[in-house]
């Protein structure tokens, strides 16, 4: 199975102010079609899980454009430019690569 | 809009069996694979099982591989999980998402989810 994990596990952040979550994988996502099986969900309080990010690097549909992911084979970043107070929440990468498709830990953001 | 409710959940003792309900509106469901994912409490997200738009093709995580069967009914725009010889571990919040997209077991982006049902096992 493909271990992913993220760093931190838990990050205070300042509206307004940056963030940046990390997730690794065990073996590369890259395929060989030169997209990475890699998303970003998040997890408001009392909510479900929402798409942030597909193929690593692409927004999905309504997100807003202060969310970027970037990285490549085993190593991913999402970044969040200015922090704003509902961008609370625990943050998970997920591989979607192969079978048992695996999360993340998950990082919680909080103010 | 998408919209996805489940159904089907509740308190259930160990060995017994429950079967969840997704019901999907707002997209053409049958092009579409969809996936189950579940929630323990307090816990982080655990894939459960993905099933193709036509469901020939099915997968499932190892903790419930001979136990749970995933199934849809494309004229009834639903989707199922049937959940056999439960255990205390499987006592999580579940939810349906839909996959926006889906290719020889490789997916990308889980981008629409219900509001999840509890499932709790205990004696």
């Known amino acids: 199975d493909i271990v992913m994990t993220q760093s931190p596990l838990s990050l205070p952040v300042t509206p307004g102010e940056p963030a940046s979550i990390s997730c690794r994988s065990s073996?590369?996502?890259?395929?060989?079609?030169?997209?990475?099986?890699l998303d970003w969900y998040l997890q408001k309080p009392g909510q479900s899980p929402q798409l942030l990010i597909y193929?690593?690097?692409n927004r999905a549909s309504g997100v807003p454009d202060r969310f970027s992911g970037s990285g490549s084979g085993t190593n991913f970043t999402l970044k969040i430019s200015r922090m704003e107070a509902e961008d609370v929440g625990v943050y998970y990468c997920?591989?979607?690569?192969?079978?048992?498709?695996?999360f993340g830990q998950g990082t919680k953001l909080d103010i | 809009e998408v919209q996805l409710l489940e159904s089907g959940g509740g308190l259930v003792q160990p060995g017994g069996s429950l079967r969840l309900s997704c019901a999907a509106s707002?997209?053409?469901?049958?092009?579409?694979?969809m996936t189950w994912v579940r929630q323990a409490p307090g816990k982080g997200l655990e894939w459960v099982s993905t099933?193709?738009?036509?469901?020939?093709?099915?997968y499932y995580a190892d903790s419930v591989k001979g136990r749970f069967t995933i199934s849809r009914d494309n004229s009834k725009n639903t989707l199922y999980l049937q959940m056999n010889s439960l255990r205390a571990e499987d006592t999580a919040v579940y939810y349906c998402?839909?996959?926006?997209?889906?290719?020889?077991?490789?997916?990308?982006?889980?981008?629409?989810w219900g509001q999840g049902t509890l499932v709790t096992v205990s004696s």
């Open positions: 707002g997209f053409n469901f049958n092009i579409h694979a």
């Open positions: 099933t193709s738009g036509n469901a020939f093709d099915t």
């Open positions: 997920m591989q979607g690569l192969q079978t048992p498709y695996t």
């Open positions: 998402a839909k996959v926006r997209g889906y290719s020889y077991g490789q997916v990308w982006g889980f981008d629409s």
């Open positions: 073996q590369s996502l890259l395929n060989s079609n030169g997209n990475n099986y």
């Open positions: 193929w690593g690097s």
